[in-house]
Each structure stands twice: as C-alpha cells, then as structure tokens.
C-alpha cells in the first residue's frame, strides 16, 4: 500500500476592525503569516498579532465558496469561548493570538481569519 504525504495548505488573512471612543484610539490585527504549507497530520499554528488590550479576538474559517464560519473567540485574558472544532485550540501572549490545529487533516486546508472586537 503506498502512502500519501498530502500538503494543506493555510492561509491566514485578516479583518481589521477600528474603534474610535473619546480621542482617536486604533485597534489593530494582523497575520504573522501570510501562508503555511504542512503535511497531513502535523500540527500547525497560525498567528495574529494585534495591538490594544482589553478586547476580543476572534477567529473564522472559510471554506471556498462558503460562508465564514466562526470556529472560537477568546479575550485578552485567555478566558476562551465558543465550541472550536476537536483538535483547534488558541493562545493569547505577548499581543499574538495563535490558532493551533493539533493534527492536520486534508479537509483543515482553508482560509483562515483573524478579526478583534474592542470593549
């Protein structure tokens, strides 16, 4: 039986949401990476870098031809929210919030988007 060694491919893309609130107050987000090639069942991390604190970050995934689906949401803090697919998780540290897929499989190959929501 031959095995196949399949690559998905990741690409992070980002939805930048500005807040403006007494003076002019910018919250920013955007990928560490643009793309991100692995091999089935490797884990794979995929990052935003955002500035500001105090708010949510979110994180979707689009399927082509698809609507965005919204796969978790987690606040500055770390407290995490949402029902994430078995085997994602996320992390927030240093203003990096990281989408972690634990085993990749051919059908995690899809667009991935980070967006914030500030208190």
């Given at each position: 039986m031959l095995?196949?060694?399949v690559?998905?491919?990741?690409r992070?893309?980002?939805?930048?949401?500005?807040?403006?609130?007494?003076?002019v107050?910018?919250n920013?987000?955007s990928?560490v990476?643009?793309?991100?090639?692995v091999?089935?069942?490797?884990?794979?991390?995929l990052?935003?870098r955002?500035?500001?604190?105090?708010?949510?970050?979110?994180?979707?995934?689009?399927y082509?031809?698809?609507k965005?689906?919204n796969?978790?949401?987690?606040y500055t803090?770390?407290?995490?929210?949402?029902?994430?697919?078995p085997?994602f998780?996320?992390?927030?540290?240093s203003n990096?919030?990281?989408?972690?897929?634990?085993?990749?499989?051919?059908?995690?190959?899809?667009?991935?988007?980070?967006?914030?929501?500030?208190?």
């Open positions: 095995a196949h060694n690559l998905q491919h990741f992070c893309f980002v939805t930048r949401l500005f807040f403006i609130s007494g003076g107050t910018s920013t987000i990928p990476e643009s793309e991100k090639q091999s089935a069942g490797n884990r794979v991390t990052s935003c955002y500035t500001g604190s105090d708010m949510w970050l979110y994180w979707y995934r689009q082509p031809s698809s965005l689906d796969l978790l949401y987690i803090d770390g407290d995490m929210r949402g029902s994430p697919p085997g998780s996320a992390k927030v540290q990096i919030v990281n989408l972690e897929i634990s085993s990749t499989a051919v059908s995690d190959s899809a667009l991935y988007y980070c967006a914030l929501n500030a208190l």
